[in-house]
């Protein structure tokens, strides 16, 4: 079975394609097996390719959802499809997989500021995105705090989209209204205490 990449939270771990796409059904819901992909809708590349999914071709998307019947990860319930009981236990095997591989929080506030011009307004948005997936919790529509590195393919993204020159990184350690930050990210594996 063919592997990918997922580079979450700046760890590489090898899924395959079923694992990913569970994955995806779990964040996004299971209706995006048919509206995400297949490959020809346009408008979906740049998440694909944030996702780390640009691997998947058409016929490995259409075999994967396949696959995902067949093991009984997801069912099919009228037009839409559904994560069954099975799925979602190994949904939370591969969520806790994942989790588990975030470093410890090293009391770091890290704030992304952005002003992203209109004209390049699916960038601003695919940011947003990818900053939410990357555990980023929005302070303003344009105003960002983690408590971890942007991931390598939140990095590689900003540069091949000619981004950097509308972006501000600030690393802090001392922030005013610490507690209005720290209740963001309550119930997050290494709370801020």
Known sequence: MA??????KRKSVLLSHVETALLLAGEFGA???DAFFPKKY???WLTRRLLGLDTFDRTDFHLTKHRLIRRGLVAKHGASYAI??????LLGRLTKLLEDRLPAWDKQWRIIVFDIPEPKKKYREALRRA???ADYQRLQDSVWVGKHPLPDDVLTFIEECNLAEYIHLFLSTVVNREEQLTALFSGT?????
């Open 3 to 8: 592997k990918i990449i997922y580079h979450a």
């Open 189 to 193: 594996k290494d709370d801020v205490k």
């Open 131 to 133: 900053l939410a997936n």
């Open 42 to 44: 346009p408008e979906t």
């Open 84 to 89: 069954t009981a099975r799925g979602q236990r």
């Open 31 to 33: 209706e995006m097996l």
